[in-house]
């Protein structure tokens, strides 16, 4: 079982700040899965934030282009979602997503969620 345990916690971040959450699965799955930030903001639907394929480049929702970044560590075996120029829009419960490409098999993988708060 493929279990993503995100940062502990959430995030109090003014408008203009920076943040950093990390999401570390318990296996290793980069070279086979997909890997994705979501959110969801109070209300609304989950969106999806940035994607990292196993192959190709990372991308963003128009929402946060410019101000996110997706990394990854693969000697800790963790990705990150950095942001910043934060703003309150940004409020959300972040979650971090994989999902298993390989034929035949059906894994959608989500961490606990993270709460991000963008306030002054």
């Known amino acids: 079982q493929v279990r993503l345990v995100q940062s502990v916690g959430g995030f109090l971040v003014q408008p203009g700040g920076s943040l950093k959450i990390s999401c570390a699965p318990s296996?290793?799955?980069?070279?086979?899965?997909?890997m994705n930030w979501y959110r969801q903001a109070p209300g609304k639907q989950r969106e999806l934030v940035a994607t990292s394929p196993r192959t190709g480049s990372s991308d963003y929702a128009d929402s946060v282009k410019g101000r996110a970044t997706f990394s990854r560590d693969n000697a800790k075996n963790t990705v990150y979602l950095e942001m910043n120029h934060l703003i309150p829009e940004d409020t959300a419960v972040y979650f971090c997503?994989?999902?298993?490409?390989?034929?035949?098999?059906?894994?959608?993988?989500w961490g606990q969620g993270t709460q991000v708060t963008v306030s002054s």
């Open positions: 296996i290793s799955i980069f070279s086979f899965s997909t």
């Open positions: 997503n994989a999902r298993d490409g390989r034929v035949g098999i059906s894994g959608d993988y």
